[in-house]
């Protein structure tokens, strides 16, 4: 958790592509694929790749 939220630059609940770059070469170049509803941000679920640990 402490990991998204110091990436959620803007604090509005969602990783957007450009937080990310800043932060994690890992998010960075899976970006696309872990943004499974494309709406160009990360949520906490597909930050963590699943809904069973809610924030």
Do not use: C
Request: proline share 2%; glycine share 8%; no cysteine.
């Amino acid at each position: 958790m402490a990991q998204f939220d110091g990436t959620d630059a803007d604090k509005d609940g969602r990783l957007a592509r450009e937080e990310v770059a800043r932060q994690s070469r890992y998010l960075t170049d899976n970006f696309d694929r872990l943004d499974t509803s494309k709406d160009g941000y990360l949520s906490w679920e597909e930050f963590i790749g699943h809904d069973r640990w809610p924030k």
